[in-house]
């Protein structure tokens, strides 16, 4: 299981014999979105909707502010990538694992109407998306916090991304990324 693999194993995040943790009260709100390689399960990401029970990131920090009249917003987070495939890139996957698993999440997010995705990341491990996440158009929301889910000491922010400017990058850039974002592709099938 990659929770393990990688957040147990790899990073020593995981309370030794604390159980299953990766369960929680978000689950019934949550879809996983994965990414094979062959029959292999190499890395997933979290989708979490906005619900009565509120983000995950808000155990932490209030981000009232976020929730403007009309936004619709959900929260990735659990973004977990099998070392070995984590700089690998494949004929199905031409941006790899991590470029497979946003264009699922924006598929996801156009088909659910989602205006705005909130990504909670740590900030002082060598593994951190946030270069890669911000490149893309995720913005700072000045919300910095610790996440005491998990045992990784050190902090963690919110970056936020409007879906609709994500879309309109494709117009102003010829960056061959957002294109890839855009097509077709017979791979991408999410399960609900």
């Not at 929770?3 to 020593?12: K, Q």
């Not at 978000?26 to 390689?37: E, I, N």
């Not at 099998?82 to 790899?96: K, S």
Request: charged residues 20%; contains cysteine; hydrophobic residues 35%.
């Amino acid at each position: 299981m990659l929770w393990n693999a990688v957040y147990g194993t790899e990073f020593g995040w995981l309370p030794p014999g604390g159980g299953p943790c990766h369960k929680d009260r978000y689950d019934d709100h949550s879809t996983y979105l994965m990414v094979r390689v062959g029959h292999q399960v190499v890395g997933t990401m979290r989708l979490v909707a906005d619900s009565a029970d509120g983000l995950p990131v808000e155990q932490f920090v209030n981000i009232d502010e976020l929730r403007p009249p009309g936004r619709r917003l959900i929260e990735c987070q659990r973004l977990m990538i099998l070392e070995e495939h984590r700089n690998q890139r494949y004929p199905n996957l031409p941006y790899g694992v991590l470029g497979g698993l946003v264009k699922a999440c924006v598929h996801w997010c156009v088909r659910k109407g989602i205006t705005h995705i909130l990504a909670d990341l740590f900030t002082e491990t060598p593994t951190t998306p946030i270069g890669p996440l911000k490149a893309l158009g995720f913005t700072e929301t000045g919300k910095e916090f610790i996440d005491t889910e998990l045992q990784q000491a050190g902090t963690s922010v919110a970056l936020l991304l409007d879906v609709g400017e994500l879309f309109s990058r494709p117009f102003r850039t010829t960056n061959p990324f957002y294109r890839y974002l855009m097509e077709y592709d017979e791979i991408v099938d999410v399960y609900h």
